[in-house]
């Protein structure tokens, strides 16, 4: 009897072994639009990094929801969409492929705010960076929930580039801050030198390398935009925007997928 056109559809995609017959699921936290105070451009999350952890992810049959803190539309930092005129980003073929992909942008449109979910139903937590993390995850009480809730609950906790902003005032339920201690990454004072350079003046408001270390963090890096993740029991932390897939792949492993 010949296969159905059902069965063509659902039995062609790649086979990938897996420990348990249930999906994971994984929860992206990407930030909603903002205005950079510094600089006075409207700033989002940089691209690569929700569409490389989500491609690293989807790739191995994990189920990923697509979050924002207030919920709602969410945008691409523009430097970060590789069919900006700037051409900035315009060899990152993975987000050329989301972008041109209609249902995939469509989970853009309308994200589900991270305060309405059952975090209970997730088996880690990432959050992507970008600029506007950098003026509106510091002080976030809804990302700061999310954060702690995961910890809390020894799941997998990933968070990398200027999202580890959320990092910085983050206390646990017993007042402890939770980077005291740990080895972390994120956006190195390299880095920033190099942006500022290039823009001309100070683009963020804050040094994420120099206020980690305040807060007590064992903070390391792998070289200026060197692909870089930090794994510190059940927190993982990636460096910056080149990051993102090393963090998906770090989380594979401690998912046991």
Not at 83 to 103: A, Q, Y
């Amino acid at each position: 009897m010949p296969a159905t056109n059902e069965q063509i559809v659902t039995d062609h995609h790649m086979r990938v072994d897996t420990i348990s017959s249930k999906p994971k699921k994984v929860l992206i936290v990407v930030s909603n639009p903002a205005v950079a105070s510094t600089v006075g451009w409207a700033v989002g999350f940089w691209a690569a990094e929700l569409t490389h952890p989500y491609y690293e992810l989807t790739e191995r049959g994990v189920e990923v929801t697509i979050a924002s803190p207030g919920g709602g539309k969410v945008e691409m930092d523009a430097l970060s969409d590789p069919r900006d005129p700037s051409k900035w980003s315009s060899e990152d073929l993975i987000t050329m492929g989301f972008v041109n992909t209609p249902e995939l942008m469509a989970l853009l449109e309308s994200t589900p705010k991270l305060a309405d979910l059952d975090l209970d139903e997730f088996d880690a937590i990432m959050v992507a960076g970008g600029l506007a993390p950098m003026f509106t995850f510091r002080d976030n009480e809804h990302v700061h929930n999310a954060l702690r809730h995961f910890y809390e609950a020894e799941k997998p906790t990933c968070i990398y580039c200027h999202g580890t902003a959320a990092l910085v005032d983050l206390t646990l339920s017993d007042g402890s801050r939770l980077v005291e201690g740990k080895t972390v990454t994120g956006f190195s004072n390299l880095e920033e030198d190099y942006s500022d350079s290039f823009v001309g003046q100070r683009v963020m408001p804050f040094r994420l390398e120099d206020t980690l270390k305040e807060r007590g963090a064992n903070y390391v890096q792998g070289g200026l935009f060197k692909a870089f993740v930090v794994r510190d029991g059940r927190l993982i932390t990636g460096q910056q925007q080149y990051s993102g897939r090393k963090v998906a792949q770090a989380l594979i492993e401690a998912l046991g997928i």
